[in-house]
């Protein structure tokens, strides 16, 4: 199993929709999570952090489920400018390594 | 605009070509990576310093030199590159705390777009 999976995509939605993306991880142990967003030809920039169970900003919703090991990020209300990649990233969690390992991403595509 | 400053935007090279990717972040990171990208593909960790000493090398090939010279500077030597290392170079630094957080988290440089020909 990859340490980190998530569904590709792309999820083209209308404008408005409400739309969620899921991302699995395998290291029982990680304590954090994040979800980056990705533009194209940019750099990746931190969306939102996860640590218990969940966390809310505005209109994105992550929550996390330990037992299943599963993130989820909601974006209701999309926007067109919601369009782009989203990363799921998860901490190394081998001793004295400090890096993130990033999930393939989630093309999103808010049309109107 | 972006706390970490990575020039050049843009650089083609030939295989037999010399040239260096230069990362600088000014916010008291201890911490700073290296990350390759392909298209359609996600960042993968190329190498990590910490406290200006090499900690993680995944395996990349020495044509690929890092250098850290001091805390706030990150360079990216290479020498005898292959097309197909063309991609996105990515340098991101954080805080060197023992976890990462919300305040503690990767943050990037735009990116030097590398082509190899």
């Known amino acids: 199993r990859k340490e980190v999976e998530q569904d590709p995509g792309p999820f083209n939605v209308p404008e408005g929709a409400t739309v969620a993306f899921n991302c699995t991880y395998s290291?029982?142990?990680?304590?954090?999570f994040f979800w980056y967003r990705q533009d194209c030809r940019k750099e990746p920039k931190l969306l939102m952090s996860?640590?218990?169970s969940g966390n809310e900003d505005g209109r994105f919703t992550a929550q996390l489920n330990r037992a299943s090991q599963y993130i989820s990020l909601l974006i209701r209300d999309s926007k067109l400018s919601d369009s782009a990649t989203y990363l799921c990233?998860?901490?190394?969690?081998?001793?004295?390594?400090?890096?993130?390992?990033f999930g393939s991403g989630t093309r999103l595509q808010v049309q109107p | 605009d972006t706390e970490v400053t990575q020039t050049p935007k843009h650089l083609v090279m030939g295989m037999t070509n010399k040239k260096s990717l230069k990362c600088e972040q000014h916010?008291?990171?201890?911490?700073m990576y290296w990350y390759k990208q392909k298209a359609k593909k996600p960042p993968e960790l190329m190498f990590v310093?910490?406290?200006?000493?090499?900690?993680i090398n995944e395996s990349v090939p020495s044509r690929f030199s890092p250098e850290c010279p001091n805390s706030s500077l990150l360079n990216l030597h290479l020498h005898a590159l292959q097309p197909e290392d063309s991609a996105l170079y990515l340098c991101?630094?954080?805080?060197?705390?023992?976890?990462?957080?919300?305040?503690?988290?990767?943050?990037f440089g735009a990116g030097s777009r590398l082509t190899v020909l």
């Open positions: 991101a630094s954080s805080h060197l705390d023992r976890v990462f957080s919300g305040a503690n988290v990767l943050t």
């Open positions: 290291n029982s142990a990680s304590q954090s």
């Open positions: 996860v640590y218990s």
């Open positions: 990233v998860v901490p190394h969690m081998d001793t004295g390594r400090r890096a993130l390992t």
């Open positions: 916010m008291g990171h201890r911490a």
């Open positions: 310093y910490s406290y200006e000493k090499l900690s």
